[in-house]
């Protein structure tokens, strides 16, 4: 059982994974990367990003 304080746990997209997901390009991905509208996290020379921060970034741009 879950309580409120409890995270989600994390699920962990490589770049390429990210890219599709968003359904965009490698170039687009870096530049959000780059604007910091996205969080990369590099490990052992590959990139990550967590997909319930896409998420939580994609839900907050609607609102705008």
């Not at 968003?22 to 990139?47: D, H, M, P, W």
């Amino acid at each position: 059982m879950k309580t409120q304080n409890e995270k989600p746990q994390r699920k962990w997209l490589a770049k390429k994974e990210a890219m599709k997901y968003l359904s965009v390009s490698q170039r687009t991905i870096e530049n959000y990367v780059n604007q910091g509208f996205l969080c990369a996290y590099q490990l052992g020379g590959k990139i990550f990003f967590d997909q319930n921060e896409i998420d939580e970034k994609i839900s907050m741009s609607r609102r705008i």
